[in-house]
């Protein structure tokens, strides 16, 4: 079903010959604007169930990490802090790390639907 084409990476003594397959046939498929609004609307995403359970937790440890943080001593030049202190102060980055990827993870999944809604359109329609 498909034709092996060689490609030619570099020259010399560093050649690494890459080996891939291009399609005999293309084949399309058609889709009614219905279909496609349904297939490209946005959905529920997983990512942004992560994201609100990650927000939850930075507004559920917020408070007790600033008062970790506001009471932190030190002593001798070490630092002082309480177990209980440090898992907010854990829990507080944590959720920042999960919100921030996440929050991406969602956006770039609702951008990369409309691209395709786009060139769906685009195709249809015969613009370049």
């Known amino acids: ?17 890459i080996q891939t397959g291009v399609p005999k046939v293309l084949i399309r498929h058609s889709i009614s604007d ?26 559920g440890s917020l408070p007790t990490a600033i008062v970790t943080i506001h009471g932190m001593k030190t002593v001798d ?17 944590a959720g920042v790390c999960v919100a921030i990827v996440s929050g991406i993870s969602a956006a770039v999944r609702a951008h990369r639907n409309g691209s395709l809604e786009q060139s769906i359109r685009k195709r249809t329609t015969g613009e370049p």
């Open 77 to 93: 030049g070490v630092l002082q802090i309480k177990p209980e202190g440090l898992t907010h102060l854990v829990l507080l980055s």
């Open 1 to 17: 079903m498909t034709d092996q084409t060689q490609i030619q990476i570099a020259s010399g003594a560093n050649a690494i010959p």
């Open 34 to 59: 219905e279909e496609l609004t349904m297939l490209c609307e946005k959905s529920k995403d997983f990512s942004m169930d992560v994201f609100w359970v990650a927000l939850g937790v930075i507004v």
